[in-house]
């Protein structure tokens, strides 16, 4: 499996110039999706009415969260870090040697990486990626996912299905772009971020069931 999914990451990867890594470290930050959110919150607003998206934020507050905390459990770091302590954490993509074919630790790559030392690498790591040990599960998978898992139910358009199926896809691959996941790591946040999405769905959908609910959307 892991043979796999070195390969595909390779495949992946690659250098995509300085723009290109501008672009996916934008894509993997929170700032450009302010407007995303807003545009949930204001669909939401739209069909259910002020009091069901003022429960549809803390419902969503609270899948994001657990999302980054339960993948946080697989990479020992986080409030829920230490619950599996004798758990061997998965090194992120940038710092394995056995895609370079070096007979080094990841520790000593870290310490490459983090140098910035010039080389003919196989992985590309953009400046400014370089940060964490383990990959994993990925949070940005598990955080996204879950937010398109909980938005799309609430809100039921298709248009809307689609742009959170593109923006999802979107952060996924940034990360492999960054070094930062290989591809198994982001099933995996995929998996837990679709449980809990759907987990906040399913409580939405039984509080708001007493509560006027709005279809003028």
Known sequence: MYDFDHSLFLALNFDGGPFLDRAMLTVSGTVMWLPLYALILWLVQRRYGWR????FIVLMAAALGLSDMVSG?????????GLLPDFQPRWRPMFTPELEGLAITPDSL??????????????????????GRYGTVSAHAATVVALAALSVSAIRRRWFA????????????????????????????????????????????????????????
């Not at 069901?52 to 429960?55: I, N």
């Not at 459990?73 to 870090?81: A, C, E, T, Y």
């Open 110 to 131: 870290m310490t490459i990486r983090r140098a910035g030392l010039p080389g003919d690498w196989a992985v590309h790591v953009p400046a400014g990626a370089v940060s």
């Open 162 to 217: 689609y742009l959170m199926v593109a923006c999802t896809l979107l952060i996924c691959y940034s990360r492999i772009y960054l070094a930062k996941h290989f591809p198994m790591d982001l099933f995996w946040g995929t998996l837990v971020g679709q449980l809990l999405g759907w987990g906040a769905w399913l409580a939405f959908r039984k509080i708001t069931g007493f509560l006027p609910r709005r279809e003028n959307l």
């Open 73 to 81: 459990i697989f990479k020992h770091n986080g409030l829920l870090g």
């Open 52 to 55: 069901s998206m003022l429960l």
